[in-house]
């Protein structure tokens, strides 16, 4: 789901230079000793201990071994793991001085390691690679490889080796996957009502929507504290670049789109990209955009959206910002000045190829790799994605329908269903397939919900037959990319707010495409495009 907490860690190799060979971890984070066990089956008639490093959020136990889900995996198993456990802000920084120090656990479990960081930890020696331990112990994770054959494409890195396991998270397919538009627009229908407005169809009529919200005091308190339109002017789901998409190819977080021919576009530099900018500027210039998107935070965002000030504003889930009300819903996309309407694919997908390494100081590959395979059991990932069921001590994500052994959800009653889950669930690799809903278990509702309004308000305008897929690039392609990324994106995203607000994106229009270049552009399509080209074969 998108509201899972992704840790943004500083590079490998940055950490790698300034620790140098520090210890960081002494023996709580070391290897565990050989137990020479061969033709593992479950459970063990002698229980042994496995040493894991791991993350979790500072709502859950320190102790991961207080979770029901890990509690029933030790029962079942009889493998007692021994965690060295972060909470999701210190986590990077503690795994990258554990693996700089030499002094490394058997495995990492909710690794988030990227892509650059299993290729340089692979060279350097300290994963090994996995495919063999799949292929012999892990018919688990094979049948999910087998039934979803695309995702062995995606955990394979360039040099044909695998040296993670993943986490895959499918709710919805294609265009009418759930992760397919991030920034949904939440407008407030009870001032259109009070009004007498319709929902409006095209840019123009929501430019006169937004004029209407900021001058005839829609709340009725008389004072003139509407906020028209708001949005946080950063990439992600309360960006307002859906709007982008009544001018041409529109816009996304990673500014990436595949033409259905194949071609993949830098969005930014796109004309559609321009004439969406000057547009965005006649709602600015007429006082309709909140002054603070520019620099505001998340917690401001959120306390005006409390409060019920926004007229039209953006994010993956209203019941986040406005509540699960009948306040605001879901605008459909607005056909342009040309009449061009288009719903922008997010380049997005329930896969994460990091989720868990095994180090090469791991004396017992066959056990470790048997044990991992219990989470790709469909039951298990289930839980192991959302929480569990029975659960006496605190509200459970699931009961247990004895009769079908099917995992429903609960109803959450006002709970927060990202909170409930940080208490009870594992994360780490799983694979949640589409086909596991109505046999394994049902989809949670807020995600029932979501998934209905993709297929009703956003499917039917949505122009691209793709997205731009997962790929594994081979180390120097990610330093390139990297290297070109850090600082054409900041540009991009820097002039953008400036012609939002004075204007001027005609005028630097050319200078602004000359230096797209400068800072690497045509590598960067290259790249991208040779990545997908061979993706795709």
Not at 108 to 119: G, V
Not at 360 to 372: D, G, Q, V
Not at 396 to 424: C, V, Y
């Amino acid at each position: 789901m998108k509201n899972v907490k992704k840790v943004m860690a500083a590079s490998l190799a940055t950490i790698l230079l300034v620790s140098g060979c520090s210890n960081s971890g002494g023996k709580s984070e070391a290897a565990s000793k050989e137990y020479k066990l061969k033709d593992v089956s479950f459970p063990l008639k002698e229980k042994v201990t496995l040493n894991f490093m791991t993350q979790s959020s500072p709502l859950a136990p320190a102790d991961p071994n207080k979770k029901l889900v890990f509690k029933r995996l030790e029962e079942q198993t009889g493998v007692h793991i021994k965690w060295k456990n972060y909470t999701w802000d210190t986590f990077a920084e503690k795994r990258n001085l554990a693996m700089a120090s030499g002094s490394l656990p058997d495995a990492i479990f909710d690794a988030a390691y990227s892509d650059y960081d299993l290729l340089k930890l692979a060279k350097d020696g300290a994963i090994i690679p996995v495919e063999d331990l799949i292929e012999k112990h892990m018919p688990n994770l094979k049948k999910v490889l087998e039934a979803a054959p695309e995702y062995k494409g995606m955990i394979t890195a360039p040099d044909g080796h695998i040296y993670s396991f993943p986490w895959i998270e499918e709710l919805g397919s294609g265009k009418e996957s759930i992760h397919s538009v991030d920034d949904f627009p939440w407008i407030n229908v009870e001032w259109l009502n009070k009004l007498g407005l319709k929902m409006p169809t095209t840019t123009e009529e929501l430019k006169q929507v937004l004029i209407a919200f900021k001058t005839k005091d829609p709340n009725g308190n008389g004072k003139a504290d509407e906020i028209p339109m708001s949005f946080i002017n950063k990439t992600g789901g309360e960006d307002l670049a859906f709007l982008f998409g009544s001018f041409g190819l529109g816009e996304n977080w990673d500014h990436t789109v595949v033409t259905n021919d194949g071609k993949v576009t830098f969005t930014s530099s796109d004309n559609g990209y321009k004439e969406g900018i000057k547009f965005i500027n006649e709602l600015f210039k007429e006082g309709l955009i909140d002054v603070e998107s520019f620099e505001q935070d998340w917690n401001t965002y959120l306390a005006k959206g409390k409060d019920n000030r926004y007229g039209l504003y953006f994010t993956w889930d209203k019941s986040n910002i406005t509540g699960m009300n009948d306040k605001y819903d879901l605008m459909p996309a607005l056909a342009g000045p040309n009449g061009n309407k288009n719903v922008t694919r997010t380049n997005g997908m329930g896969f994460d190829r990091g989720k868990m390494v095994i180090t090469s100081e791991n004396k017992n590959l066959e056990l470790t790799a048997k044990w991992i395979d219990q989470l790709y059991e469909p039951h298990q990932s289930v839980q192991n994605n959302w929480g569990t069921y029975g659960d006496e001590k605190q509200q459970n994500i699931f009961e247990l329908d004895e009769a079908t052994g099917m995992l429903k959800h609960l109803p959450l009653n006002g709970t927060s269903p990202w909170e409930l889950r940080q208490k009870t669930f594992v994360a780490g690799p799983l694979a949640l397939l589409d086909e596991y809903y109505g046999k394994v278990t049902t989809k949670p509702d807020d995600a029932a919900w979501r998934l209905d309004l993709m297929k009703k308000v956003m499917v039917p305008d949505m122009q691209a037959e793709n997205i731009y897929p997962k790929v594994f690039f081979s180390k120097d392609e990610l330093d390139r990319l990297s290297a070109i990324e850090t600082d054409m994106f900041a540009y991009v995203l820097r002039k953008r707010a400036e012609w939002i607000q004075n204007g001027k994106v005609e005028k630097e229009w050319d200078a602004y495409l000359k230096e797209l270049d400068r800072l690497g552009l045509q590598d960067w399509l290259k790249i991208k495009q040779s990545g997908y080209d061979k993706f795709t074969k």
